[in-house]
């Protein structure tokens, strides 16, 4: 059984940092390309960053350039996101998502960030 674990989450200030962390297991983590989307109240889908499973290669929605970082640990099967200089725009739920080249895709049950003062 796949499960996709988000952790990380929370409430901090404007400006600050956070790091989200999405544990794999059930998967042949390095398969896959992970990513994470977030979902703001009253707005769609939003793909913020991915890692391809290969080559590392990371892309980022131009909204978050510059603050937000993706990574993963093949070893811990584990992918996570920093991100730096919170704005309240960020708010929303964060999923992490896997998904390979036969077009398996799997999703995690989220985790809350909440920018505030």
């Known amino acids: 059984q796949v499960q996709l674990v988000e952790s990380g989450g929370g409430l901090v200030p404007p400006g600050e940092s956070l790091r989200l962390s999405c544990a794999a297991s059930g998967l042949t983590f390095t398969d896959y390309d992970m990513s994470w989307y977030r979902q703001a109240p009253g707005k769609e889908l939003e793909l913020v960053a991915t890692?391809?499973?290969?080559?590392?290669?990371?892309n980022y929605a131009d909204s978050v350039k510059g603050r937000f970082m993706i990574w993963k640990d093949d070893v811990e099967s584990t992918v996570y996101l920093r991100m730096n200089v919170l704005k309240p725009e960020a708010t929303a739920v964060y999923y992490c998502?896997?998904?390979?080249?036969?077009?398996?895709?799997?999703w995690g049950q989220g985790t809350q960030v909440t920018v505030s003062p």
């Open positions: 890692i391809a499973a290969i080559t590392y290669r990371t």
């Open positions: 998502h896997a998904r390979n080249s036969w077009g398996a895709v799997y």
